[in-house]
């Protein structure tokens, strides 16, 4: 059982950064892919963007190509979203999940954290 507790969301301004943070306990931290994911309200939830277990591979969604960065500490047990010109559409409650390896889907994900990006 793999717990996720996010952290690092708030209020900023159009243009501005935020980086999440990602910590799990309660598990083999380098044995799951991870992503981020966000839902506005309204609105079902979507894909930000994944890392794999080593952290050697990523991939994003089209809306945050060039300016969400995924990356993992795997000695810290934390995946990071590092988020550069925000933009008010990226206004979400943002989630990590974890896949546990060998699964197509992830099994374990946190209570998310909420962004607003003022316009």
């Known amino acids: 059982q793999v717990q996720l507790v996010e952290s690092g969301g708030g209020l900023v301004q159009a243009g501005g950064s935020l980086r999440l943070s990602c910590a799990a306990s309660?598990?083999?931290?380098?044995?799951?892919?991870l992503g981020w994911f966000r839902q506005a309200p309204g609105k079902e939830r979507e894909f930000v963007a994944a890392i794999s277990r080593s952290g050697g591979s990523t991939d994003y969604a089209d809306s945050v190509k060039g300016r969400f960065t995924i990356s993992r500490d795997n000695n810290k047990s934390t995946v990071y979203l590092q988020m550069n010109s925000l933009k008010p559409g990226d206004t979400a409650v943002y989630s990590c999940?974890?896949?546990?390896?060998?699964?197509?889907?992830?099994?374990?994900w946190g209570q998310g954290t909420q962004v607003t990006v003022s316009s």
């Open positions: 309660g598990g083999t931290f380098s044995g799951y892919a």
């Open positions: 999940a974890a896949r546990p390896v060998f699964s197509s889907q992830y099994k374990y």
